[in-house]
């Protein structure tokens, strides 16, 4: 992951086009009058040995006559010369380059393919590349057109990032016309150096940039993925259309879940955990563009119709009930307030209808009621065209409102030629609009969905962490499974291993026979349940292979001879292994439910839930997250089945126990980290009820871990517990370990009990608490990029934070920025030093070159602390100190 040397494609101070041509309809020639027609205001190079001048510029023979090193070199010459053309630019002193050729998976003379060959000529120089086959780069505000697109962009603060040049097109065209415009517009080709994750790490902190909005068919490397998505959505808002939905191939899963967890909602749940929008489709895409680029926010959603006809209301109400949406609840007050501007025959209801004949005041003063109310969050204007009152005459009386509401109004301008000028005039003002009531309500429901999975962002966990897990009887128990050659793992066995990990289940017992059987059920106590065990049936139930509620010894017996006929009469070529025998749980109003794990190609071990049992594949109620998992996550993924309105209790049934179900979910996701042997794990069915959940049924499958990384296939790294560790402090015997989500609550304590002086010290200003956003940013770390060390200590009320030390890794791993505070009442007592060298040593250990940190000239406690840990202490340019510490040779620059 790197954004070195990213800035010199959106800051380029000269242009270098290779193969630039006079060749009408080529490549070169297309790019060249882009260039030149854009505006740019630096120096534009041309390179081509077959002409002299072109457009009234110099034409150079070849990139070392150039007077010196471009800033960015954009590239457009057949695809063998491009790894050529590539050292040569990077020897000049080049650090970037766009690569327009196509063509580059064939071969070189040397057998190696032409676009590793390009990449292994620009690495040694640090030299980035865009594309190859990329339609190219635009940088509106600077006046670069670095492509082959057919129109220009607008000047904007929307960022565009797509992998597709048909849509990179399309957006740039669409986006044109209605006066949309982009701080920069990137065209990633075959992401081959320069790839998606990348430039969200540089968009997500570019000043220049409000939103981001991304294109993309693949992702890869889930990790950084994940890393830079979660970054940048944390910044601002990015929403992604995200294609190739329809399902692979069909495959023989061997567990539900597997069969269940395709590949498009896994996607779903890492762009939601990433606190991303996702949209679906290319007019999904386009009226994301709309509303992001006016920078709306819908809270919750509740809507307002605002609209001269019945029809139209009653669309929109459909749509909105449809994509889950509600109408706002109008009070009495706004009620009355409407009463005194529209006529008496009026409905008094959302939709609020005003009637056909409406006049461009009635409008307006309808209008203004409705924002000024509290009872919505937006407001949907329908007009639909009549030949009492032009539109555009109703557009321009209520354009002053429009413009300067806070909440989002969409206009939704019903008709063809006779509302075109209304349109128009909205356009012009910068406001979203809709051709139907649908389409707005579509995107209104997407700034909903943004603002859920932004809140989800901001939420923390209750404070207490689960209790640990029998880590190494797991781990034990897997070890000899998997040395014994076991793929597919006893029901028993899949058992223990739950109980290792504080899941209950019922008990169960493994047999050979009918003897062992009529034994187990002695043991365990009847009634029984009795089920078939086959390396080579994976759904006992489709062959008969379960019989339940066996009340004594006939009936089991009975159950025993059906069960080995079926399966002989069906699946003659079974290997027959022998039988479970487990306890009947009466539970007669509990929900059967699944809980599993699977693996997905890109992003790793991902968690299932969903409503089971034996038609699991027919309900297709299921939700997925990646671990790790907290119970905030977990109540989220129940909240997204449709089991979850059953699950909440109803009429006489009472609510289940949704905290013990959340707690299963975090404990599956904690066997996917502590387990790199499970592959695929299926709880089905878990029963749910008010007195608790219990598993009945478990099957798991494993394999040999590979790589040394056990951690290696999550996309999310985990809470790092190998870190904590016990000190003695002047203070007490105290817990050195790293911040967790759990900790939020002791951390609010902790920054209330510093004095106003040590909040200064630490946020530069003044603040008596920290926001929800605060808290979840400092306690919800990226361990992939940043580590927060807190000294804690045990009390009765709970763990309390007594100091923190934190660093921000850039994402090239090369510099961190480093802060530090002990609480008031304990400074002096040597906390600070033991959090410094803490740091110091984790720094070191994961390759970072130096650390940086800021301090105020009056902190001079925190400039002497720094100095005993090798600090250099310097006045910087706006007053304050600045802070580093050089962590190896090559850390200094």
């Given amino acids: 992951m790197s954004v070195r040397n ?40 041309l390179v081509n040995p077959k002409y002299r001048q072109l457009l009234g510029l110099e034409v150079f023979a070849d990139v070392r006559k150039l007077p010196r090193a471009p800033g960015l070199a954009v590239i457009c010459t057949p695809a063998p010369t491009v790894p050529g053309i590539v050292g040569a630019l990077g020897g000049l002193g080049c650090r970037a380059a766009v690569v327009l050729s196509a063509g580059m998976d064939a071969h070189g003379p040397d057998g190696i393919p032409l676009r590793q060959a390009m990449q292994d000529a620009a690495r040694p120089y640090l030299l980035r590349v865009l594309g190859p086959n990329c339609v190219g780069l635009l940088v ?26 048909a849509m990179v097109t399309a957006v740039l065209d669409w986006a044109r016309e209605r006066g949309i415009g982009f701080s920069s517009f990137v065209s990633l080709g075959d992401g081959q150096d320069v790839d998606l994750g990348d430039l969200l790490d540089y968009l997500g902190s570019d000043p220049g940039t409000d939103a981001i909005l991304v294109y993309a068919e693949g992702i890869r490397q889930a990790r950084k993925f994940m890393s830079a998505a979660r970054g940048a959505a944390r910044a601002k808002p990015v929403v992604i259309v995200k294609a190739g939905r329809a399902p692979e191939a069909a495959r023989a899963a061997f567990s539900h ?49 605002l609209t001269n006809g019945g029809g139209p209301g009653v669309m929109a109400t459909d749509a909105l009930a449809d994509a889950g949406g509600a109408l706002a609840r109008l009070s009495e007050a706004t009620l009355a307030g409407l009463d005194h501007v529209l006529p008496a025959n009026w409905p008094r209801a959302n939709p609020v209808d005003i009637v056909g004949d409406a006049p461009a005041e009635r409008y307006r003063h309808a209008l203004q009621v409705l924002l000024a109310s509290p009872d919505c969050d937006a407001v949907l204007l329908i007009h639909a065209p009549t030949a009492i009152v032009p539109a555009a005459e109703i557009a321009r009386v209520l354009l002053p409102l429009l413009r300067g509401s806070s909440r989002p109004v969409l206009c939704c301008w019903l008709g063809g030629p006779s509302v075109a000028e209304a349109r128009r005039l909205c356009l012009d003002a910068g406001l979203p609009v809709f051709d139907t009531p649908e389409q707005a309500v579509r995107a209104l429901m997407q700034l909903v969905d943004y603002s859920r999975n932004q809140a989800l962002l901001t939420q923390v966990p209750a404070a207490g962490a689960l209790a640990p897990p029998d880590r190494a009887g797991a781990r034990a128990r897997v070890a000899g499974l998997v040395a014994a050659g076991c793929g597919p793992v006893a029901e028993a066995e899949a058992k223990a291993l739950l109980s290792c990990y504080g899941i209950p289940a019922v008990a169960t017992e493994v047999v050979a026979d009918e003897a062992g059987a009529l034994a187990a059920a002695a043991r365990i106590g009847y009634p029984v349940a009795l089920k078939i065990v086959s390396p080579d049936i994976a759904h006992k139930s489709d062959v008969g292979g379960v019989a339940l509620d066996l009340a004594d010894a006939p009936a089991l017996r009975e159950a025993l001879a059906r069960m080995r006929a079926r399966v002989l009469a069906l699946r003659p070529q079974a290997r027959l292994a022998g039988f479970t025998v487990q306890a009947m749980a009466r539970r007669p109003r509990a929900l059967e439910l699944i809980v599993g794990l699977s693996l997905d190609p890109v992003f790793g071990p991902v968690v299932l839930f969903g409503q089971g049992g034996v038609a699991v594949e027919a309900n297709a109620d299921q939700a997925i997250g990646l671990p790790p998992l907290n119970r905030v996550l977990a109540r989220d993924m129940i909240a997204r089945t449709r089991v979850a309105r059953l699950l909440a209790g109803y009429r006489d049934t009472p609510a289940a126990d949704l905290d013990g179900l959340a707690d299963v979910l975090v404990r599956v996701g904690q066997m996917a980290i502590d387990l790199p042997e499970l592959c695929e794990l299926d709880i089905n069915p878990l029963l749910a009820d008010s007195r608790g959940v219990l598993a009945l049924d478990a099957r798991m499958r494993l394999a040999r871990a590979d790589g040394a990384d056990p951690l290696a296939r999550l996309a999310i790294l985990p809470y790092p517990d190998a870190l904590e560790r016990e000190v003695d402090t002047a203070a007490g015997r105290l817990t050195l370990r790293p911040i967790r989500p759990e900790d939020a609550p002791a951390h609010q304590d902790f920054f209330r009990a510093l004095s106003p002086r040590d909040v200064h010290f630490r946020m530069f200003g003044s603040a008596r608490e920290l926001s929800d956003a605060q808290l979840a940013r400092f306690t919800q770390i990226d361990y992939a990029r940043e580590m927060a060390f807190i000294l804690s200590r045990r009390t009765p009320a709970g763990d309390e934070t007594l100091g923190v030390v934190r660093v921000v890794a850039d994402p090239d791993n090369i510099a961190g920025d480093f802060a530090i505070v002990v609480r008031s009442d304990l400074q002096g007592r040597g906390l600070g030093t033991i959090l410094m060298a803490a740091l110091l040593d984790y720094c070191r250990a994961r390759g970072l070159r130096r650390i940086d940190g800021v301090a105020l000239a009056e902190n001079v406690c925190m400039h002497a602390l720094a100095r005993r840990h090798g600090f250099t202490v310097g006045p910087a340019a706006d007053g304050s100190v600045a802070l580093r510490c050089v962590l190896r040779a090559d850390g200094a620059a």
């Fill in 257 to 305: 879940t597997g069969a269940l967890a395709g590949a498009d909602l896994v996607v779903d749940a890492a762009l939601r955990r990433a606190g991303m929008l996702r949209v679906h489709t290319t007019a999904e895409l386009f009226d994301a563009v709309a509303m992001l680029a006016h920078r709306l926010r819908a809270g919750a959603g509740w809507l307002a119709i």
């Fill in 6 to 45: 990213l800035g010199y494609f959106f800051a380029p101070d000269s242009v270098a086009l290779i193969g630039a041509s006079a060749r009408g309809g080529s490549v070169g020639a297309t790019v060249l009058a882009s260039l030149v027609s854009a505006g740019f205001d630096g120096p534009i190079w």
């Fill in 140 to 165: 509106p505000g600077i006046g670069l057109n670095a492509s082959f697109a057919p129109s220009a962009a607008l000047p904007g603060r929307l960022a565009f990032v797509g992998q597709s040049g």
